[in-house]
């Protein structure tokens, strides 16, 4: 895997995107958090779904939101669902440590855009963000 | 090859870490995170794994002590600190991780015991070599770009 130019490159198309890390384990928020920087983008972190949910409620919209499953207070399929009812079109990532193929599909029947298992890598944001670009020049296009 | 001794001291420690399984290609993602505007980030993820991890585990100790186990709990605990294990690259204590939560679902309370003394020597050891390792690395200053092991 070879980072380098592509992380340099994509960095000066990241800064205008907005980004929501959520996620109770205090490691996984500053791995997650240091990786976004890295892309040049600046996320705001929460600690579990609720907050991400009242956030939402406020008038606040990301255009990428980092989900983490297994949460206090509100978990990751309950926080995605109730974004969704809500109308929120971010594009939704989850992060879960539990891998198992039925655990992850039930984790995306509740929205996800996409689901990965932890710990992200720099393929893995490289991949979200270029979806997030693309998605973003169809709907300029369109 | 590195002529500074200490830097060279680093590289071979570095090496043994990976070539004797105690870390995996994740650590090596942690060291890319690593830059002049943030030079100690690997020690400080790995301060804050053993910081946080240290709650799981005890909680996995007493846990461990009333009878009859609560599988699910130990499960519970144990995917938690599985979790944390694989984001710092720890190889062989998210091996003992998985085991024990094999042992969890089988519902094999003698072999949780047994794999989780394995697992706190793991546990303990990679801090061991880490701790060692990191006071070399700040000894020798910053190193040129991560590579990955071979």
Do not use: W
């Not at chain 1, 109770?24 to 972190?45: Q, S």
């Amino acid at each position: 895997m070879v980072l380098g130019n592509d992380a340099s490159s994509s960095s000066l198309s990241n800064k205008n995107l907005s980004v929501l890390v959520v996620d109770d384990d205090p490691l996984i928020r500053m791995l997650h958090d240091n990786y976004l920087k890295h892309f040049g983008l600046k996320p705001l972190v929460v600690e579990n779904g609720k907050e991400a949910v009242d956030l939402f409620q406020l008038g606040t919209s990301f255009d990428l939101i980092l989900m983490d499953k297994e949460m206090p207070i509100m978990n990751g399929v309950e926080a995605t669902k109730a974004l969704r009812d809500m109308g929120a079109t971010s594009m939704i990532v989850g992060v879960t440590s539990r891998g198992s193929p039925s655990e992850m599909q039930a984790f995306m029947e509740a929205g996800l855009d996409f689901c990965f298992e932890k710990p992200l890598t720099f393929d893995m944001i490289d991949f979200i963000l270029k979806e997030l670009n693309v998605n973003d020049d169809d709907d300029t296009n369109n | 090859m590195e002529r500074n001794p200490l830097r060279r001291q680093l590289q071979l420690m570095r090496k043994s870490l990976f070539d004797q399984g105690y870390l995996d290609e994740q650590f090596v993602q942690l060291e890319e995170l690593q830059d002049d505007t943030n030079p100690n980030f690997v020690e400080e993820v790995v301060t804050l794994y053993y910081r946080d991890s240290a709650r799981l585990v005890l909680n996995i100790e007493q846990a461990l002590e009333r009878k009859p186990y609560n599988f699910h709990k130990l499960d519970a605990y144990m995917h938690q600190f599985k979790g944390s294990s694989s984001s710092i690259g720890a190889k062989k204590v998210k091996a003992e991780s998985t085991l024990f939560r094999e042992y969890c679902k089988s519902g094999n309370g003698e072999g949780c015991m047994r794999c989780f003394q394995q697992l706190k020597k793991e546990y303990a050891t990679l801090r061991k070599k880490l701790e060692a390792y990191f006071q070399v690395a700040r000894q020798a200053g910053p190193m040129e770009t991560a590579c990955r092991p071979k």
